[in-house]
């Protein structure tokens, strides 16, 4: 069973521009989660989606969003990007029942804000 | 006060020994609780949970959960210095949303 695959695994982008973060769930898993984990600090809460739809956001600007798409793959996007935004971007995926089994991490996105 | 929350450590322990790792949560509605590991530079690996008050064992590895008191624990016997990492407990809320404490650094002396 393939994992949670997350591209790229390395990003490099100027402040002000966009980023876009991709992710594919595990095989049979409808739930992604995302999560900032910056230098120092815990993992942050960023966003649920299930079947298409966003379930549940973390306390982050607007300009941290993101979709699913109908193969349950998700993408986040950071616009406007701050130097504070260079962390390691986590995605997760969950199965149905997921207060028994918890999330599945992917290896996580790279990005560094220049 | 912190949703979740656990000592920074780092915890020192001599290989073979047993390792104890705590955490205490304020949400007295949480019901189930996941115990990840993080090696430096790598993601998170779900290596216990645990949603009924008492003890859970897998292996070397023992959760116990008391929700009266809101604490649970994880226990990690003959520890080894592959143990060596950052332990990040975990709570379920409301939301399928999963809360990190900001975790505990094992360091498994040989």
């Known amino acids: 069973e393939a994992g949670v695959t997350q591209s790229p695994t390395h990003l490099i982008k100027t402040r002000g521009q966009q980023a876009t973060l991709r992710c594919s769930p595990i095989?049979?898993?409808?739930?992604v989660y995302w999560y900032q984990q910056a230098l120092g600090l815990g993992l942050q809460f960023l966003l649920w989606?299930?079947?298409?739809?966003?379930?549940n956001r973390g306390n982050f600007p607007p300009r941290f969003s993101g979709r699913q798409f109908p193969n349950y793959s998700s993408e986040l996007n950071v616009n406007a990007l701050e130097l504070e935004d260079s962390a390691l971007y986590l995605c997760?995926?969950?199965?149905?029942?997921?207060?028994?089994?918890?999330?599945?991490f992917g290896s996580g996105t790279r990005l560094t804000v220049v | 006060q912190k949703e979740v929350e656990q000592n920074s450590g780092p915890l020192s322990v001599p290989e073979g020994a047993i390792a104890s790792l705590n955490c205490t949560y304020s949400?007295?509605?949480?019901?189930?609780f996941f115990w990840y590991r993080q090696y430096s530079g790598k993601s998170p690996e779900l290596i216990m949970f645990i949603y009924s008050n008492g003890d859970k064992e897998d292996g070397r590895f023992t959760a116990q959960l008391n929700k009266a008191s809101q604490y649970v624990s994880l226990l990690i016997r003959d520890s080894q210095p592959s143990d060596s990492a950052t332990y990040l407990c975990a709570v379920m809320l409301y939301g399928n949303k999963l809360v990190f404490g900001a975790g505990t650094i094992l360091r498994v002396k040989s």
């Open positions: 095989s049979g898993h409808t739930s």
């Open positions: 997760a995926s969950s199965r149905y029942g997921v207060e028994n089994y918890g999330y599945t």
């Open positions: 949400d007295r509605g949480s019901q189930s």
């Open positions: 989606y299930d079947e298409g739809e966003e379930r």
